[in-house]
């Protein structure tokens, strides 16, 4: 790893976005990336990497959440424990992300998104705060955005005892995770786009467009 004074200036290139989950992160991510030929970075799609370049030393979270069945996940504890026991959301991996990027050529540009990037993380890496935004989804927004991608029968909430349950549970967590967000990127002062349903897909990407300063 880099020496953190060095971080911003290394990590120029990266524009970031972050926010709650089913916000619209990863569709945004995408046409913007198509749209300037950029590499896209989705922090989702390397979670199982990162879990295997960890110890339960360094992320003793997710090692612990790796030790637990489906319903001990998701079913069996409150929305709360869940929100403040889950790894990635207490930046577990984080490094590992930056160490990533840090591995990639200057050019061209990365975009980066995921709920991973947490607004106290990320705020330290910017050499511009234009770079970073964060998506926050309101729950009706979230819920569509989350039945449109579903299949009934799949998904991990059918892999417990009570998938209505578990449902309704990460529901909670994630609302509350969202709230958390917008706290933090107010008390840092960081860019965030509130999104609910009557916003449009190109309406997302144009402020988002704006908020980077494209």
């Known amino acids: 790893m880099a020496d953190a004074a060095e971080l ?14 089913g916000a619209g992160k990863s569709t945004i991510a995408r046409r913007l990336a198509d749209r300037y030929g950029w590499r896209l970075y989705a922090t989702d799609d390397v979670m199982h990497d990162h879990a295997g370049r960890t110890t339960p030393k360094d992320a003793p979270y997710l090692h612990n959440f790796i030790a637990m069945d489906m319903d001990e996940r998701w ?7 869940m929100l403040e026991t889950f790894h990635w959301f207490q930046g577990e991996g984080f490094g590992l992300i930056i160490e990533d990027l840090l591995r990639l050529p ?11 990037l947490l607004p106290h993380l990320v705020k330290p890496l910017l050499a ?53 967000l917008e706290q933090e990127t107010k008390r840092l002062q960081l860019c965030t786009i509130h999104v609910d349903t009557g916003m449009a897909e190109d309406d997302l990407a144009e402020q988002v467009t704006i908020a980077f300063g494209l």
């Open 8 to 21: 911003p200036a290394r990590l120029r290139n990266v524009f970031w976005i972050g926010g709650g989950s």
């Open 75 to 81: 079913v069996s504890r409150s929305p709360e424990v």
């Open 106 to 116: 200057q050019e061209p540009c990365v975009i980066v998104e995921g709920f991973r």
């Open 128 to 180: 511009t705060p234009e770079h970073a935004v964060w998506l926050l989804p309101t729950p009706a927004f979230r819920q569509a955005a989350i039945q449109s991608r579903s299949v009934p029968g799949e998904g991990f909430a059918w892999k417990t005892s009570d998938p209505a349950t578990a449902e309704r549970n990460i529901a909670a967590r994630d609302h509350m995770f969202t709230r958390r």
